[in-house]
């Protein structure tokens, strides 16, 4: 019997292991911190033995193979001892593409992969296909597995995912942009953060479709550094693709081979630049897959963005308060402050990641950011960037105060956006944590004429 460790015991390492013990492997789970009690209690029930707070280095480098959690680099000690003694190390997608007869869409990218694979599965299964949904978002990929198969699968994949794949391959891959982000993991390259994207489609042929954003200059250089043998399809907002999808200014024109769709603008139910940018990317995907546009256009009005992206929480006296939490880096604001041409109040700030906010200037100049309101325990980088910019900057550590600020100095038809451009990690526990305390706020403000 071929032995497995698993290293992290989180969702997708107690898929692995459940996949791994279904097909007939001795499983070892091994996690540095505490397991949480339901995955514990999983892991008895299966009979899979583990452990916590340390790695039996002696017993994880006695396995056939290693499975890692994505956020285990390449660089730790056990991985690098165990890839020096030979034992394959892989992650969990990798892992479990070997167990699925389905066609897969992966998406990637800096930003905009989430909703671009969210609504891509709303799509196919709108449209009655039968798919699945997994990756960076969603279940765990390998433990669906061990219930059942897909048609097809939506995977949202992290370069920390693609870094750990050999023989992964997308029937349609998706690159959605390239920023730089994480470069604490490549070394402070931005080289290397690009050949980890480009990595998703090392292993298509020309049967397959990989799908980028011409406008994109890192994607660019990605295709000239690394070029794959997919078949390749353009999205853009400036000129028409043979091949792909472009906006026109009112019409989303989606181009392939066999057919062509166009959506207008007003069937989709998400706004803003970035999120006609995803919808060209998952309406290529779909059309791909055999979509037609009548069901192109139904599967675009019916779709929901999850929580923390562009999300309209509610509009109270007029005034449209909405959480982009998710937001976390400049470029992810960049889209959203060009969402709206209507005057707006910005909640921003938490831990900078050596960010330049040059780029947002143009956005929220000439009277387009009412205020600002600096949301963080260092503000000094955000406030100087703005200062003489943005008529007035205000500083808080509390959200319910950011909130009550932006209802005060909005008026009917303006927006308070929270769209940090930053991480969480000062005040709240992630950026699920800061856009849950906006929603509160937010749902606990009274309208003007009832205070």
């Known amino acids: 019997m071929k032995q497995i460790a698993i290293l992290g015991a989180g969702e997708s390492g107690l898929g692995a292991a459940m996949l791994a013990k279904r097909e007939g492997y001795g499983v070892w789970v091994s996690d540095l911190g505490q397991i949480a009690q339901e995955r514990k209690n999983a892991l008895l029930e299966a009979g899979i033995g583990f ?9 994880i480098l006695s396995s056939d193979l290693i499975i890692k959690s994505p956020g285990i680099p390449h660089k730790a000690p056990l991985v690098k001892k165990a ?7 892989i992650d969990e997608l990798e892992f479990a593409c070997r167990f699925s007869a389905g066609k897969v ?7 905009g992969k989430t909703t671009t694979t969210l609504l891509t599965y709303h799509l196919l299964k709108e449209a009655g296909l ?13 433990g669906q597995l061990v219930e059942k198969d897909h048609d097809w699968w939506v995977i949202e994949t992290s370069s920390f995912q693609i870094d750990g794949m050999e023989c992964f391959r997308p029937h349609i891959g998706m690159l959605t942009n390239i920023t730089p982000d994480h470069l604490d993991r490549y070394e402070y390259q931005i080289e290397k953060y690009i050949l980890s994207k480009m990595s998703l489609f090392k292993m298509m042929t020309s049967r397959d479709k990989a799908i980028f954003y011409v406008e994109d200059a890192l994607s660019k250089k990605g295709l000239e550094m690394k070029p794959n043998k997919a078949s390749h399809y353009g999205i853009s907002l400036e000129k028409e693709q043979k091949l792909g999808g472009f906006f026109d200014g009112k019409n989303l024109n989606i181009h392939i081979k066999e057919k062509q769709a166009k959506v207008s603008l007003e069937d989709l139910s998400i706004k803003g630049k970035h999120n006609i940018l995803n919808a060209l990317f998952a309406g290529t995907a779909a ?11 139904l599967g675009f009005q019916t779709f929901k963005n999850a929580p923390h992206r562009m999300e309209l929480i509610r509009t109270v006296d007029g005034v449209q308060f909405v959480n982009d939490s998710k937001g976390t880096n400049v470029e992810s604001t960049y889209y959203a402050l060009g969402s709206y041409e209507r005057p707006m109040i910005w909640i921003a700030g938490g831990v900078d990641k050596g960010n330049d906010y040059s780029v947002l200037t143009s956005l929220v100049e000439g009277g387009k950011a ?3 309101i600096c949301l963080g325990k260092e503000n000094e980088k955000l406030r100087t960037a703005f200062s003489g910019i943005i008529p007035e900057i205000r500083e808080t550590q509390d959200i319910r105060e950011a909130v009550q600020w932006g209802q005060e100095m909005a008026e009917k038809g303006e927006v308070v956006l929270l769209s940090p451009a930053c991480a969480s990690f000062d005040l709240f526990k992630n950026y699920e944590d800061r856009g849950e305390q906006f929603r509160a706020a937010v749902m606990n403000l009274k309208e003007k004429q009832q205070a």
Do not use: R
Not at 105 to 111: E, L, P, W
């Open 83 to 89: 890839m020096e003694e030979g034992i394959p190390v």
């Open 51 to 59: 452990e916590e707070g340390k790695h039996d280095e002696k017993k």
């Open 370 to 372: 009412k205020a600002l």
């Open 287 to 297: 059309l791909l897959a055999g979509l037609t546009e009548e069901q192109l256009k």
């Open 105 to 111: 869409i992966a998406i990637t990218g800096t930003n």
């Open 130 to 142: 039968d798919v699945g949904l997994a990756g960076n978002v969603g279940k765990s990929w390998a």
